[in-house]
């Protein structure tokens, strides 16, 4: 089993940084693929980006690629997203997630774990 928590949300400026991240409780925490996804109400869950178990593979959503990168540290169970200029768009709840999966999978199904979610406002 794994437990996850975000941290690093707020209010930011459009064009602004943030970066959120998530700690993970488990031994096994370096077996699992990981992903952050996003919702805002109303709105399914989407893919942001993810990583897999040996940080050798990562996918993003196209309208944060060149803007996110995603990390991680196995030693440290943590997974990191770091937000470059964002946009109001990129406004939401931001979940990470961890997949037993080996390839990556940008559908929510795909994800066993789930954090509770830490809310990114980007003002204009």
């Known amino acids: 089993q794994v437990q996850l928590v975000e941290s690093g949300g707020g209010l930011v400026q459009a064009g602004g940084s943030l970066r959120l991240s998530c700690a993970a409780s488990?031994?096994?925490?370096?077996?699992?693929?990981m992903g952050w996804f996003r919702q805002v109400p109303g709105k399914e869950r989407e893919f942001v980006a993810g990583?897999?178990?040996?940080?050798?593979?990562?996918s993003y959503a196209d309208d944060v690629k060149g803007r996110f990168t995603i990390s991680r540290d196995n030693a440290k169970r943590t997974v990191n997203l770091r937000m470059n200029s964002l946009k109001p768009g990129d406004t939401a709840i931001y979940f990470c997630?961890?997949?037993?999966?080996?390839?990556?999978?940008?559908?929510?199904?795909?994800?066993?774990?789930w954090g509770q979610g830490t809310q990114v406002t980007v003002s204009s």
């Open positions: 990583i897999t178990w040996n940080s050798g593979s990562t």
């Open positions: 488990g031994s096994t925490f370096n077996t699992y693929a």
């Open positions: 997630a961890a997949s037993r999966r080996v390839q990556l999978t940008s559908t929510p199904s795909g994800y066993t774990y």
